[in-house]
Structure formats: C-alpha cells, structure tokens
C-alpha cells in the first residue's frame, strides 16, 4: 500500500504542485508581466474546464443519448477514438485563438504563451488524474485493504505521462502564438490542430490494440512501452521546439535583462517615496 501511496501522490504532486511552482518561476523572472503571466494561465485553465464541462462532456452526452454514436464506437473504434481527438483539439484552439487574437491583440510573449498553455495542461492534469489520486489516497489511508485495479508500475507511469503531455501541450500553444505573430494564423491553426489530435489520439491507438474487446493484437505492456516512447520522442521535441522559440518570442523591452533591472530599479525608487511620503505626513500628525 505505501509504494501504491507515494505513486499516487508523485502524479497528484506532478499535476498540481509543479505548475504551480513553474508559474512561480515564471512570474518571478517577468516582473513586468506578472499580472498578464497570472491571467494567462487562469485563462488556460478556464478554458480546459469550460471546453471539458460545458461543451466536450455534455456535447458526449447528448450524441450519445440522441445519435448513433454509442453503436458506431463499437464497431469502429479507431475512427471513433480519431473523431474525439479531433473534436477536442478544435474545441481546444478556437478559444486560444479568439484570446490571442482579440484579447492579447497579438501582444503574446514566451512566458505568457508558455503559461497559457500550462494553464490548460494543468487543469488537464488535475481533473484527469490529479484529484482521483488524492481521493484514492484518502481511500487507502482509510481502508487499508482496498484494492487498486491499477497496477502500482502504471500509477508511476501516469504522472510522467502528465509531465510529457505538459511540455507538448506548452510547445504547442507557444509555436501556435508564434504563427500567429508571424501572420501566419491558418498555417500555424492547421499544424496546431493536427498535433493537439495526433497527441490525443496515437495513445489510444496504441492502447486500442491491447483491448480484448477490440483488436488484442499485443498485450497491455507492449501498448504501454509503444505509448510512452511515443510520448517521450513528442516531449522531447516539444523542449526543443521551446529552447528554439523562447528567442524568436523574446521582446527586448520586458525580457531583456537590462529592461528588467530597469524596472526593479524603478520599482524600488518607488517604494522609497511612498514611505517617505508617509514617513512624512506621520511626523506632522504629530
């Protein structure tokens, strides 16, 4: 049971605790942003709950209740699991479109890209597999012979799969921002939406072909080695595709170190008057 534990709370602390320490980072190397890095990944957050929720969820719902969609994925799987990846990687980008666009008005630098999409990976991560693990935690620290129909090798393996989908999940949304600063929204919309499905569906591909209902072409061991060599190879040229743009996204004006000094400079001239001005008006109250 304490191996099964500390799985558990490795992948509810890779979900919740890590962004939380990265957008800390962030914030505190962009001080002229913090306010906008803030909004950024709450808006990426609110935008995973609000398309997971209120569209992909309840749209599932009523497909399944008023179409043929229940019979369709029994008897085709595989396109079934492509249109749900597909459906979700649009459902995904018109939101980050309409606020990169419109609400940034283009004005989008690395740390508020990269935060965007940590915001949306983050709630992601959460309500996948984050707050299930606290609450199986709290089932076996009260009942210590509950049993887990997951294996405690796969409980590990979930928390570095949220850790990879959030490096591609950030890679993604910031090459996404960058084709649109380089006026290239439907190039960089079609690129975006064939990596957000791809991420979403080849997993389930993958898996599709362990299930016994289904295809049971190889065992469940074989997907998952196939999943997360996938996976790494997609983080690992996610991290490159990062290193690479972090330069292309650098403005001078707020990322420079010059320009950050500056306004700390600023910040501390600031503060100074303030209390003098109040060291002042003390002393002819008195």
């Known amino acids: 049971m304490a191996v099964n534990v500390i799985a558990l709370g490795l992948t509810a602390g890779i979900s919740i605790v890590v962004p939380l320490i990265i957008l800390g980072i962030v914030i505190r190397k962009n001080p002229m942003e913090r306010i906008r890095i803030l909004l950024s990944f709450f808006i990426g957050a609110g935008i995973y709950l609000v398309m997971e929720w209120g569209v992909k969820e309840q749209g599932l719902k009523y497909l399944f209740n008023h179409t043929a969609l229940s019979d369709f994925m029994e008897r085709h799987y595989i396109p079934y699991l492509f249109f749900i990846a597909a459906a979700g990687a649009l459902l995904a980008l018109l939101p ?110 993958l898996i599709a072909f362990s299930l016994k209902n289904y295809y049971e072409v190889y065992d469940r061991t074989v997907g998952l080695v196939l999943v997360y060599i996938l996976l790494t190879a997609g983080a690992f040229c996610g991290g490159v595709v990062l290193n690479s743009l972090k330069y292309s996204l650098k403005d001078e004006r707020i990322d420079s170190k010059q320009a950050i000094l500056l306004y700390r400079k600023k910040a501390e001239e600031k503060k100074r008057r303030k209390q003098k001005n109040k060291s002042s008006c003390s002393l002819k109250e008195e």
Do not use: W
């Open 96 to 205: 980050d479109l309409l606020v990169i666009r419109f609400l940034f008005h283009r004005q989008v630098s690395f740390a508020k890209a990269a935060m965007l999409g940590m915001g949306y990976a983050m709630a992601e991560a959460v309500m996948l597999v984050g707050y299930r693990s606290i609450y199986t935690i709290i089932e076996l620290l009260q009942d210590t012979e509950t049993n887990l129909n997951t294996e405690t090798a796969e409980l590990f393996l979930s928390g570095y799969e949220r850790m990879l989908m959030m490096v591609i999940h950030v890679a993604v949304v910031v090459s996404f921002v960058y084709f649109i600063e380089q006026k290239m929204a439907l190039r960089g919309s079609i690129i975006t939406m064939i990596c957000l499905t791809m991420a979403a569906f080849l997993p389930g591909f």
